[in-house]
């Protein structure tokens, strides 16, 4: 009797190290791919924040001067950048992620078919935006008399000269925000998408019977906490986009830094110090600082719409 019940007691005991192996052989490569990609370049970032390295010669170590130089000594950071990324990031971040809900919502009441096309349609920017941002928003803001808003505007008599919209400070940075929402219907927007056409039919019948009135309330009540993990999901990929479309500029000023500094965003300040100018050191001070933005502006989004406990 006692060697039997051993016996089982092994044989759990096997199972459960079989199982436990298992689950660490699927675990290990996602594992593996996120300590490579993801843990261990946010470290090395933040060691070398504190130290100067020009990427030839051995890092320096030079404590806080970069953080110091960052607030004291860095005018455009101040005075351009700082500025110019909240403006970016407030308007573009809240902005294409209550753009994508409302998209979303509104092809959920419509006939799978068109609901289909139209969501290809809507989230076929996300994927090409670089090339349809030198294509089509270029050409339209030209700065040349073949430009099509300046030939509309030539021929119309509305201005004398050619306007130099993409060269412009009091352009450029309006023009990337609206480039920006355009492009915003991303795997956010899909994810949205989803969350919306699978709510339970249920809940709204239940609601009506008890008196709910439109279609707002229905929102509100119903659809928004009905799909809490899909909003969180859209919120942060949101955010994180609306931080990493620096790119944006760039291509519609052909340069970087953007003209006066009216276009650039922290990733374009990063991207120039670390590889135009050559001051590792000082672009991953850059770097560590757009972390700490990002995660932040992340746990707002958790707190909003992640799951309470």
Known sequence: MKKSVEQKEKKKLSNKSKN??????????????FLAFIIVPILIAFILSFSYFDAINSPQWAGFDNYIYMITGDEEFVKHIIPN??????IVGPGGFALSFLMAWMLSQIQPTPRKYLSLLLYTPSMVGAILV?????????????GYINAFLLNNDLVEAPIQFLQSPEYLLNIMIVVSLWSSMGIGFLAMLAGILNVNPELYEAAAIDGM???VQEIFYITIPAMKPQMLFGAVMAIVGAFNMGEIGVLLSGTNPTPQYSGSLIVNHIADYGFLRNEMGYASALSVVLFLIVYAFSRLGHVLFGEND
Do not use: H
């Open 20 to 33: 436990l192996l298992s689950s660490i052989a699927l675990v290990a490569p996602y594992t593996l791919i």
């Open 85 to 90: 990324t909240l403006k970016f990031a407030l």
């Open 134 to 146: 030198t294509i089509l928003w270029k050409s339209l803001f030209s700065g040349a008399e073949t």
């Open 213 to 215: 009135k439109n279609r």
